[in-house]
């Protein structure tokens, strides 16, 4: 039986539970039918021994299972000895006719049927960590399977100016674009430090890692053309780099065409609970049942009401994960950036510019416009929904303005660095190239930034040459603050670093640069196909339920108010009023215009352009229905 280290369980109360629960279930680790969930765990990169975190899972497994079997009995005694009324009649479901019997028979029926529940729900907590094992390890696959192309091209670069392999993968880890990819080479790294072996860590990250079709393979050869030479080690890096691109641009493609699948599932799904209202309000009229009133924990309501609020619910929950899925799908070198918001005084004189300091700035106008709409007796929903609209109509312009200048600046960039390259190529050294562009070379809105990079180059001296210039790239990248500088200057740093050839980087740079702006721009040309699907989809919504307010309703409501001096068909006569009707055709409107919204800005750029599409959408909304006379 396996002892826990006395580091790792520790003293006290604690450490007694974890002695415990090793003793008593430490075993199961041994057994053959978790040999898979061992692989999973170092699949996965779960922190800790797989030993001790199946000792937790049993553990929490006969918890739960306890739990689950004294629920169980205590149901089964609580229900009633009596005959329970069925149809009108005095009798037990045949489910349930053990429990009219006596006493002792109840009693083992009791036991046994809380026995069996706790078995199953033992059962299903142990199965549940082997799929939260597999799920991690899939995550991984797949974060692991989108970054190695970029990675892989980054080698390519550093290779230019080291030989040292160990140090290359250490440059790829420090970058956080890497991913799952850094993570696994910072892995490797580990295990080198703490076996005195790369080529031994190389291998055994190669056994454990999930990608078992891209990156166990690379590992094995990486390291096998390493100790070949150095040339070796570029030649194969050169033809890993353009097959992994050939691989991503077909996943690329793959995922293209699931997200053209998505937006026409997405339009059926949200055009399907107007339709239900519709149907609804249709079917309402013949079928008295829908308006009878039933109790919940909330207060009466109707079948009806609850179906169409329900409608409400199932557009905003479509609308969320189809604006995650879009997300998810979007390539993670072609991700929008991540704005981070300054603390202090700072997120205030940074709002006109920021969208993250804008996000909270603007938090007490939507509360102070929500508060002015209730005081004059507005709606309750009108007030969030107009709030919702203060509030994302000004975060969204915010980052409007952001991404027009960050756009002006990465085609600046893109130019920028041709420009160097070009004068490079003529045998200037890198300091005098920058500091000529700079002066020849107006380049909108990334001009201060190349003059302040010019200048600090100016400042280098010959003994701490490498690091000075090291420190103005990554100056120079930070206040251009955009995706594409960070990924493309980065690469620079990163070879300068370890000696590469300027010339060599800049030339490889190049290349980088101009596929990864070509990919950007492709892929916004794209996405604007699916800004237009979700601002169709809502405007036709719009359409449909104004048409159904202003010649369906009416005509359903004077059927009604008739359908009491006829003797014919049997027609409920409350069953249509034009002000709750058209209240509540109003709310799902509204409900997916936020979801429309969602997909929209989300397809375009991030959750910023979200809250400012959905904001437009809601406004617009608001103000056809208020013309039309259909807001109450």
């Not at 353009?242 to 065409?257: I, K, P, V």
């Not at 209202?277 to 079917?283: D, G, Q, R, S």
């Not at 980052?399 to 756009?407: F, G, K, M, P, T």
């Not at 990248?477 to 620079?492: E, R, Y």
């Amino acid at each position: 039986m396996a002892t826990p280290p006395e580091e790792r369980v520790g003293r006290g109360r604690t450490g007694a539970l974890k002695r415990g629960l090793y003793a008593l279930f430490a075993d199961h680790a041994e057994q053959r039918r978790h040999a898979r969930d061992r692989k999973r765990f170092r699949a996965a990169n779960h922190t800790g021994s797989f030993d001790w975190f199946l000792v937790r899972v049993y553990g929490l497994s006969w918890l739960v299972g306890s739990l689950a079997s004294l629920g169980a009995v205590l149901a089964a005694f609580a229900l009633p000895t009596t005959a329970v009324p069925i149809s009108g009649r005095g009798v037990f479901p045949p489910a349930l006719a053990p429990l009219a019997a006596p006493p002792m028979v109840r009693f083992v029926v009791a036991i046994l049927a809380g026995s069996a529940v706790g078995l199953l729900a033992k059962w299903a907590t142990v199965r549940a960590s082997g799929l939260y094992l597999r799920w991690r390890a899939a995550a991984r696959r797949s974060g692991i399977e989108r970054t190695l192309p970029g990675a892989v091209r980054y080698l390519r670069a550093l290779a230019t100016g080291s030989d040292d392999p160990e140090r290359m993968l250490r440059k790829v880890a420090e970058q956080d674009v890497y991913g799952e990819t850094g993570v696994a080479f910072e892995r490797a790294l580990s295990r080198a430090t703490l076996s005195g072996s790369l080529d031994a860590a190389l291998r055994e990250t190669a056994r454990d890692t999930p990608s078992r079709d891209l990156l166990s393979p690379f590992l094995v050869k990486f390291r096998e053309h390493a100790s070949q030479g150095e040339d070796a080690l570029r030649s194969y890096l050169r033809l890993e780099s353009r097959m992994l691109s050939h691989r991503q641009d077909r996943a690329r493609q793959q995922a293209s065409d699931f997200l053209e699948l998505l937006a026409e599932l997405f339009i059926v799904l949200l055009v399907l609970p107007a339709l239900l209202v519709v149907v609804l309000t249709v079917v309402s009229v013949l079928a008295p049942g829908l308006s009878t009133p039933i109790r919940t924990p909330l207060g009466a309501t109707t079948p009806r009401a609850v179906a169409v609020y329900g409608a409400a619910g199932f557009a905003l929950a479509v609308g969320a994960g189809a604006a995650w899925l879009v997300a998810e799908l979007r390539p993670p070198d072609q991700a929008p950036p991540d704005y981070t918001r300054p603390s202090g005084l700072a997120t205030l004189t940074s709002a006109p510019f920021n969208p993250a300091s804008a996000a909270v700035v603007c938090v007490p106008l939507a509360c102070g416009v929500g508060g002015a709409l209730f005081a004059v007796g507005t709606d309750p929903a009108n007030v969030a929904l107009l709030a919702y609209a203060a509030y994302g109509l000004p975060v969204g312009a915010v980052l409007l303005r952001r991404a027009r200048i960050d756009d002006a600046k990465d085609r600046e960039m893109k130019d920028f660095v041709h420009a160097v390259a070009g004068r490079m190529s003529l045998g200037r050294p890198f300091p005098s190239a920058v500091e000529t562009v700079a002066r020849e070379v107006d380049s909108g809105a990334l001009q201060s930034d190349i003059e302040d990079l010019a200048f600090t180059l100016s400042l280098t001296t010959s003994a701490g040459e490498g690091d000075t210039r090291g420190a103005a790239l990554q100056r120079f990248t930070a206040a251009v603050g955009t995706p594409l500088a960070a990924q493309t200057m980065g690469l620079v740093t990163g070879a300068l670093d370890v000696g590469g050839d300027t010339e060599a980087v800049f030339d490889t740079l190049q290349q980088e640069i101009g596929r990864l702006y070509h990919e950007r721009k492709a892929l916004r040309s794209a996405m604007l196909t699916y800004v237009a699907v979700g601002w169709t989809t809502a405007l036709l919504i719009i359409g449909i339920v104004l048409a159904v307010n202003l010649h369906v309703l009416d005509g359903f409501a004077q059927l009604s108010a008739v359908s009491g001096t006829s003797g014919g068909i049997a027609i409920d006569p409350q069953a249509v009023e034009l002000e709750r009707d058209r209240y509540r055709f109003y709310l799902v409107t509204q409900a997916t215009m936020l979801a429309c919204g969602w997909f929209a800005g989300v397809a375009s750029r991030d959750r910023y352009e979200a809250l400012l599409h959905s904001a437009a959408l809601v406004v617009v909304c608001y103000t056809v229905f208020a013309v039309a006379g259909m807001i109450p």
